[in-house]
Nanobody
Framework: QVQLVESGGGLVQVGGSLRLSCAASGRTFSNYAMGWFRQAPGKEREFVAAISWSRWSDSSIRYADSVKGRAAISIDNAKNTVYLQMDSLKPEDSATYCC?????????????????WGQGTQVTVSS
């Protein structure tokens, strides 16, 4: 089993920045993908960013078009933590942000491709 705990959410003004963290514990894998998704009230869960890591190759990254140029996903393997830096925040970025993990190589963008999920952290962008 893998446990994921997000943190870093909060209330921020339009144009501001936040750095979300996702701390992982439990099983470790040689290859894995970590993703960030968000869900606003009344809307479907939406892919935000994913990063794929293998001890034998460089990481790969993918972003949703809605955050491309404003988001940066990264991994600190020493801390077993994945980060999502969000800049130039907009009101439409307001949502609960969840991280997810998949024990395989790839950059999946669909929630069903991930095996483990955190509880989420709320991000509210005020105008």
């Amino acid at each position: 089993q893998v446990q994921l705990v997000e943190s870093g959410g909060g209330l921020v003004q339009v144009g501001g920045s936040l750095r979300l963290s996702c701390a992982a514990s439990g099983r470790t894998f040689s290859n894995y993908a970590m993703g960030w998704f968000r869900q606003a009230p009344g809307k479907e869960r939406e892919f935000v960013a994913a990063i794929s890591w293998s001890r034998w190759s460089d990481s790969s990254i993918r972003y949703a078009d809605s955050v491309k140029g404003r988001a940066a996903i990264s991994i600190d393997n020493a801390k077993n933590t994945v980060y999502l830096q969000m800049d130039s925040l907009k009101p439409e970025d307001s949502a609960t942000y969840c991280c997810a993990a998949a024990p395989r190589i790839g950059l999946p963008t669909t929630p069903g491709s991930y095996d483990y999920w955190g509880q989420g952290t709320q991000v509210t962008v005020s105008s």
